[in-house]
């Protein structure tokens, strides 16, 4: 039972370079979303998606973009990194907290992305 | 703005003792929240959450309380073991939002 996998696990990028953060979830969940979490602070939302077909912007979203490409997968996109993107990023999935009620969010181990 | 605020960062106990994790927040419209527990290296899992209609939720060892007048909650454990030294992040949301707003987290050490 895999849960929630993102690759890569670690990767280093130089200044101006693109990448894509893949993460894909077999537990049939709904809504995805893509977090970064920087030393001492909690996690912040980039980007999420309720449903598949649908992504909305989350309290970061500058320099990134997020494709769901269908039920399972939801990838994160770094079209131009920059240092300030040095972090932790996590995905998770979840049954939609909203209408059809509370559901807690199932996390990835993460991707430890360091931009020179 | 931040609306869900953890305001120790770090908390040290004995093994055996209570250990009380709290979180404050100001969105008024919050009315679910959540606890995760995130141990180094691992992404964060689901620990407990409450429903604004009830003022404690028990699972355990782990019980939260919350106090909407104050907008207040709290992650007590008892006993606490070193099993459970970890970051522990406070969540909330609001209905039909779709999303959570996290904390900063709070540092867990409990000593043998």
């Known amino acids: 039972n895999a849960g929630v996998t993102q690759t890569p696990k670690f990767q280093v990028l130089k200044t101006g370079q693109s990448m894509t953060l893949q993460c894909a979830q077999d537990m049939n969940h709904n809504s995805m979303y893509w977090y970064r979490q920087d030393p001492g602070m909690g996690l912040r939302l980039i980007y999420y998606?309720?449903?598949?077909?649908?992504?909305d912007k989350g309290e970061v979203p500058n320099g990134y973009n997020v494709s769901r490409l269908n039920k399972r997968e939801f990838s994160l996109r770094l079209e131009s990194a920059a240092p300030s993107q040095t972090s932790v990023y996590f995905c998770?999935?979840?049954?939609?907290?909203?209408?059809?009620?509370?559901?807690?969010?199932?996390f990835g181990d993460g991707t430890r992305l360091s931009i020179l | 703005d931040q609306q869900v605020k953890q305001n120790s960062p770090s908390l040290s106990v004995q093994e055996g003792r209570i250990s009380i994790l709290n979180c404050d927040y100001t969105n008024s419209m919050f009315d679910y929240f959540l606890w995760y527990k995130k141990y180094p290296a691992e992404g964060p899992t689901f620990l407990i959450s409450i429903s604004s209609i009830k003022d404690k939720n028990e699972d355990g060892r782990f019980t939260v309380f919350l106090n909407k007048s104050a907008k207040h909650l709290s992650l007590h454990i008892v006993p606490s073991q070193p099993g459970d030294s970890a970051v522990y992040f406070c969540a909330a949301s609001a209905w039909d939002a779709g999303k959570s707003t996290f904390g900063d987290g709070t540092t867990l050490t409990v000593k043998p």
């Open positions: 998770a999935s979840s049954e939609a907290l909203g209408r059809t009620g509370r559901q807690p969010q199932h």
């Open positions: 998606s309720a449903s598949e077909g649908t992504t």
